[in-house]
Every structure is written in structure tokens, then in C-alpha cells.
């Protein structure tokens, strides 16, 4: 079976500095995407960006970098200098298998909270 | 501009009563998606619709029902069969962005039964 893990409830960071949000995830489907979304107190999920299992190097987006590990099944999340509209919950997601569009299963979030 | 629309952003509920939640979108996707997310927890799959008239279940369909008569919209009903229905719901549909299929979501439906 298909899971996200991630194990952080809460990070905290100052502004400026680096965090690393952690997301481990399960599949036997040898092909398969990993997506990262940033959900503010308002509620919409935005996408952050998104690595597939094939790709050479690792995914980049502005301030936000996937640190792909494959062997350990790993997706950080490394967001470089934070600001304070950083502050929210961060959701690890994959997409799912035998499924002919594309549901995503997601983790449980991390908040992340960014203090001045 | 393009995007997904929910409405209502909140509701409230009786017990017994159903409700129906609305999603449109306009970004003439394909795909369509409702999502439950309760405190503390992540999004679970409740319908998803490939193509109009056409729709399966999720991981957690009991107690709710969909439609979609129209590519640009796929409603959600909260019927009273479903024993917990106070989440929030987040409508999604699917873009292909790089083979990646990002989903785009909407701003989400709070619903709480009084």
C-alpha cells in the first residue's frame, strides 16, 4: 500500500534561516511523482513543487528545493530563507497508483511557523 | 482569470439534513477531485470524476454523492448517512503541468453540523 509520512507536527524558524521539512513515503510502483503544497490559514492549497521518481537532479522552485533521497524513500522539503509568509501547513503528497487520473494521497502536514 | 470556485465558504448544518456543495471551475480540466481534511490531519479522497457523467469513489465515499452532468462542474452532496460530517472540503481538478498533473484546488467548504 501507498503512504506519506511526516513525522514534524511543528517546526519553528526564524526569519532568514533554512528549514527542512521531512517526508518519507512507501510505494511499489516503480514510477511515480512526489508533490509538495503549502496550505495558509485561509485554507486553499498552493502548489510548491514536484519531483518524479526518474528525474536526474533535484527539483527546484525559487526559494523551494526537493531534497530527493531515493534509496531512503525521502522527499524533504528545503525552503531557504524563510520569511514570515512562510508560516503555514506544508503537505508531502504522492500520487496515487492504479488510478486513471491523478488523486494524490497526502501526509498528515507540518506547520511551520516563521517568527521575525 | 482561471480557477476553481467553492461556495459556500462556510455552512452550517442540522442533523438530517442534506447539503450540497458547489465546485465550478473554468480552467477546462478534465479531472475533478473532492478532498475531506479534518484538524490535524491530511486530505482524504472522497469522489473523483475523470470525465463527465462519469465518477468513482474515494477512500472515504459513505455517506456522500456526486454528479457531473457538466465538464465545469461537479457538486458534492453531505447526506445525512454520513455519521461526522463537520470538515472542511477542498474541490481540486487536474492540470498537466510537465507530466507532472499538478492538482489546482479551490479555497475550500467549512461545513459544521449544529
Known amino acids: 500500500a501507498q503512504k506519506i509520512t511526516q513525522t514534524q507536527p511543528g517546526m519553528f524558524v526564524q526569519e532568514k534561516e533554512a528549514v527542512t521539512l521531512d517526508c518519507t513515503y512507501d510505494?511499489?510502483?516503480?514510477?511515480?511523482?512526489l508533490f509538495w503544497y503549502k496550505q495558509p490559514s485561509s485554507g486553499e492549497m498552493i502548489f510548491l513543487i514536484y519531483?518524479?521518481?526518474?528525474?536526474?537532479q533535484n527539483a527546484t522552485e525559487g526559494r523551494y528545493s526537493l531534497n530527493f533521497q531515493k534509496a531512503r524513500k525521502s522527499a524533504n522539503l528545503v525552503i531557504s530563507a524563510s520569511q514570515l509568509g512562510d508560516s503555514a501547513m506544508y503537505f508531502c503528497a504522492m500520487r496515487r497508483l492504479n488510478q486513471a487520473g491523478t488523486a494524490l494521497i497526502f501526509g498528515k502536514g507540518t506547520t511551520l511557523s516563521v517568527s521575525s | 482569470d482561471g480557477g476553481i470556485t467553492q461556495s459556500p465558504k462556510y455552512l452550517f448544518r442540522k442533523e438530517g439534513q442534506n447539503v450540497t456543495l458547489s465546485c465550478e471551475q473554468n480552467l477546462n480540466h478534465d479531472a475533478m477531485y473532492w478532498y475531506r481534511q479534518d484538524p490535524g490531519q491530511g486530505l482524504r479522497l472522497i469522489y473523483y470524476?475523470?470525465?463527465?457523467?462519469?465518477?468513482q469513489k474515494g477512500d472515504i465515499a459513505e455517506g456522500y454523492s456526486v454528479s457531473r452532468e457538466k465538464k465545469e462542474s461537479f457538486p458534492l452532496t453531505v447526506t445525512s448517512a454520513q455519521k461526522n460530517p463537520t470538515a472542511f472540503y477542498l474541490c481540486?481538478?487536474?492540470?498537466?503541468?510537465?507530466?507532472?498533473?499538478?492538482?489546482?484546488f479551490g479555497a475550500g467548504s467549512r461545513l459544521t453540523v449544529l
Open positions: 510505494t511499489s510502483d516503480p514510477s511515480y511523482g
Open positions: 470524476s475523470q470525465i463527465v457523467n462519469d465518477f
Open positions: 519531483q518524479g521518481s526518474y528525474d536526474q
Open positions: 481540486a481538478s487536474t492540470e498537466s503541468v510537465s507530466g507532472a498533473n499538478v492538482l489546482t
